[in-house]
C-alpha cells in the first residue's frame, strides 16, 4: 500500500528556532518524488520543497530543508529560523510512478505554531 | 501566472442532488486530481486522471465519478450528494515530467470548493 505518515497533530516552536516536522512513506515503487507542502488559514496550498527518490543529496530551499532517508523510508521537513508567519498545516506528499503515471497522495498534516 | 480555476467557492445542495464541480487549468498540464479535505484526514485523494479521458480511482472513490473530456478540464460527480460529502474539495494539476524518472512536478492546487449537503 502507498501511505503518508505524519505522527505529529500539532507543533510549536519559538520564534527564530529550527523545527522539524516528521514524515514517514510507504512505496514499493522505486521511483517516487517527496513534496512538502504549507497551507496557511487563508487556505492556499504553496508548494516548499521536492526530493526525487534517485537524488542523492538532501534538497533545499531557503529556510526548508528536507532531511530524506531512504533506507529508513522518511523525508522530514527542516524549517530553520522560525518565523511567525510559518504558523500553518504543513503537509508531506509522494508521487510515486507506476505504470507510466503518477499519483499524488498526501499525510494527515502538521499544524505548526510558532510563538513569539 | 500560472492557475487553477474551480468554478465555485461556496456551494450549497440538498441530498440527493446531483452535484458538479468543475476544475479548470491552464498550463497545459496531463495530471489533474480531486482531493476531499477534513479536519484530521489531510488530503484524500478521489480520483486522478493522467491524460483526456483517463482516469484512476484514489483512496476514496466510492459516492462519486470524473469526466476528462478536454486536457484543461476536470469535473467532480457527486452522483447523488449524501450530507457525509460535506467537505472541502480541492482541485489540483501538475506535469508528469520532471527529469528522466516521470515522478512528477509540484501540484497547483485550485482555492477549494466548499460543499455543504443539507
Known amino acids: 500500500a502507498q501511505k503518508i505518515t505524519q505522527t505529529q497533530p500539532g507543533m510549536f516552536v519559538q520564534e527564530k528556532e529550527a523545527v522539524t516536522l516528521d514524515c514517514t512513506y510507504d512505496?514499493?515503487?522505486?521511483?517516487?518524488?517527496l513534496f512538502w507542502y504549507k497551507q496557511p488559514s487563508s487556505g492556499e496550498m504553496i508548494f516548499l520543497i521536492y526530493?526525487?527518490?534517485?537524488?542523492?543529496q538532501n534538497a533545499t530551499e531557503g529556510r526548508y530543508s528536507l532531511n530524506f532517508q531512504k533506507a529508513r523510508k522518511s523525508a522530514n521537513l527542516v524549517i530553520s529560523a522560525s518565523q511567525l508567519g510559518d504558523s500553518a498545516m504543513y503537509f508531506c506528499?509522494?508521487?510515486?510512478?507506476?505504470?507510466?503515471?503518477?499519483?499524488?497522495?498526501f499525510g494527515a498534516g502538521t499544524r505548526l505554531a510558532v510563538h513569539p | 501566472d500560472v492557475k487553477v480555476t474551480q468554478s465555485s467557492r461556496y456551494l450549497v445542495k440538498r441530498t440527493g442532488e446531483k452535484v458538479f464541480l468543475e476544475c479548470v487549468q491552464d498550463?497545459?498540464?496531463?495530471?489533474m486530481f480531486w482531493y476531499r479535505q477534513d479536519p484530521g484526514l489531510g488530503l484524500r485523494l478521489i480520483y486522478f486522471?493522467?491524460?483526456?479521458?483517463?482516469?484512476e480511482k484514489g483512496d476514496i472513490p466510492e459516492g462519486y465519478s470524473v469526466s476528462r473530456e478536454k486536457k484543461e478540464r476536470f469535473s467532480l460527480i457527486l452522483e447523488s450528494a449524501s450530507t457525509n460529502q460535506t467537505s472541502m474539495y480541492l482541485c489540483?494539476?501538475?506535469?508528469?515530467?520532471?527529469?528522466?524518472?516521470?515522478?512528477?512536478?509540484?501540484?497547483?492546487f485550485g482555492q477549494g470548493t466548499r460543499l455543504t449537503v443539507v
Open positions: 489540483a494539476s501538475s506535469s508528469p515530467y520532471r527529469g528522466r524518472f516521470r515522478v512528477g512536478t509540484e501540484a497547483f
Open positions: 512505496t514499493s515503487d522505486q521511483s517516487y518524488g
Open positions: 526530493q526525487g527518490s534517485y537524488d542523492e
Open positions: 506528499a509522494m508521487s510515486p510512478v507506476r505504470s507510466g503515471y503518477n499519483k499524488l497522495i
Open positions: 498550463m497545459d498540464h496531463e495530471n
Open positions: 486522471s493522467y491524460d483526456v479521458k483517463m482516469k
